[in-house]
Antibody, heavy 117, light 107 residues
Framework: EVQLVESGGGLVQPGGSLRLSCAAS????????MSWVRQAPGKGLEWVSS????????YYADSLKGRFTISRDNSKKTLYLQMNSLGAEDTAVYYC??????????WGQGTVVTVSS | DIQLTQSPSFLSASVGDRVTITCRAS??????LAWYQQKPGKAPNLLIY???TLQGGVPSRFSGSGSGTEFTLTISSLQPDDFATYYC?????????FGQGTKVEIK
């Protein structure tokens, strides 16, 4: 079964850091670009970041201002998102997603990040 | 950055209705557009990619069309399972922007 499972979310204080993980299974992880998408409470989808299949190409939303870093470990079939200097605006459900011919065809269940004191 | 504007933002319709959602891009994106369906508390589900190609397993009542800056998602006969929020996404350039969403509710 093709599956993505996120972990690492939780409650963090403003200014803090968090690292999200996304474990992949059921497909050839090394063949596909991967992405993170977030959704603030009651809001729409926001693309956060993408990484190429070999990890060399990385792309970010302008709004992140260099605070987030995407990476992947192909030997572990795992995608990561390092998030620093977190603020209330980063409170959201974070989804990882597999790229497919221009769309995202497989999504994880999401992990909740809450930034609050 | 490429902006995507969906219309309408909210739609009230009945089972059996034909529904059309429009997505307009701020600049030409050829056919690089995807459509997703999202239900409350769930991850989005890819419906259509490359503007008009139906993702495997998606019912044929869903169709997509368009190129350049104007795109449409059509549901030919709305079913109870189709009440959800729909998003377009451009896959032409980074950042990979989404439209603001269209919520389809029961009339």
């Amino acid at each position: 079964e093709v599956q993505l499972v996120e972990s690492g979310g939780g409650l963090v204080q403003p200014g803090g850091s968090l690292r999200l993980s996304c474990a992949a299974s059921g497909f050839t992880f090394t063949s596909f670009a991967m992405s993170w998408v977030r959704q603030a409470p009651g809001k729409g989808l926001e693309w956060v970041s993408s990484i190429s299949s070999n990890g060399i190409g990385t792309y970010y939303a302008d709004s992140l201002k260099g605070r987030f870093t995407i990476s992947r470990d192909n030997s572990k079939k795992t995608l990561y998102l390092q998030m620093n200097s977190l603020g209330a605006e980063d409170t959201a459900v974070y989804y990882c997603a597999k790229a497919f011919l221009g769309g995202f065809d497989v999504w994880g269940q999401g992990t909740v990040v809450t930034v609050s004191s | 950055d490429i902006q995507l504007t969906q219309s309408p933002s909210f739609l009230s319709a009945s089972v059996g209705d034909r529904v059309t959602i429009t997505c307009r891009a701020s600049q030409g994106i050829s056919g690089y557009l995807a459509w997703y369906q999202q239900k409350p508390g769930k991850a989005p589900n890819l419906l259509i990619y490359a503007a008009s190609t139906l993702q495997g397993g998606v019912p044929s009542r869903f169709s997509g069309s368009g190129s350049g800056t104007e795109f449409t998602l059509t549901i030919s006969s709305l079913q109870p399972d189709d009440f959800a929020t729909y998003y377009c996404q451009q896959t032409h350039t980074y950042p990979r922007t989404f439209g603001q969403g269209t919520k389809v509710e029961i009339k």
